[in-house]
């Protein structure tokens, strides 16, 4: 599921216009992972003006024209019951925020300062299932969250109502597999838009 995963992360920002670049092709299974290969996405916002606030810790589709760049962590847990316990049970679930990993994203965005900014404006954003719904574990999870160091969170049910919201049922997607079976399913009322009724709330 990795895959469709960040195809759908992907899509999301590329829709919003980000430049996205995806780390790498492959999944990592036999052996621990590099510190480059924790990060799954970084993106960049080629019309980025300097902006008076940093976005929301729960980030929505609004906020984005207030992100310059970003590395991006996708956990794709959809089978999982998201909680606080889920996050605190798992030794390796923040592992994409130790400092090796810190240093490898400055790497990458080690590019001509005059250009685009100073290196330390990207932020840190995971990309999850979604937040439990009733307190205290709504709010606890957020803390934890924010206490490991993330920047933003958010959740695959808001990016996947922007696609939708954005697919065309008149456009021929054919360059794009993921945007043509939207709009197939969108074509045919299998989704609906902006509430998508073939996507559970989280």
């Given at each position: ?21 995806q ?48 590395v ?22 923040f ?19 005059d ?71 969108k ?16």
């Open positions: 599921m990795a895959g469709i995963d960040e195809t759908i992360v992907r899509e999301y920002f590329e829709l919003n216009g980000f430049l996205v670049r780390m790498r092709k492959y999944q990592v299974q036999s052996r621990a992972k590099r510190s480059e290969e924790e990060i799954d996405l970084i993106v960049i916002n080629p019309g980025y003006r300097e902006q008076t606030r940093r976005p929301n810790f729960m980030l929505f589709s609004n906020e984005l024209p207030l992100i310059q760049r970003a991006v962590f996708v956990k794709g847990w959809h089978s999982q019951k998201f909680t606080p316990a889920t996050l605190r049970g798992s030794a390796d679930i592992k994409f925020l130790e400092k090796d990993v810190y240093k490898r994203a400055e790497e990458l965005f080690a590019i001509e300062k250009q685009i900014g100073e290196i330390d404006n990207f932020i840190k954003i995971l990309v999850l299932p979604g937040l439990p719904t009733h307190e205290p574990h709504k709010s606890e999870s957020i803390k934890l969250l924010q206490d490991v160091g993330l920047d933003a969170i958010i959740s695959f049910r808001s990016m996947l109502q922007d696609i939708m919201s954005k697919v065309e049922i008149n456009h021929n997607y054919s360059k794009d597999d993921f945007l043509q079976t939207l709009r197939i399913l074509n045919y009322d299998m989704v609906k838009s902006p509430q998508m009724d073939l996507f559970n709330k989280s």
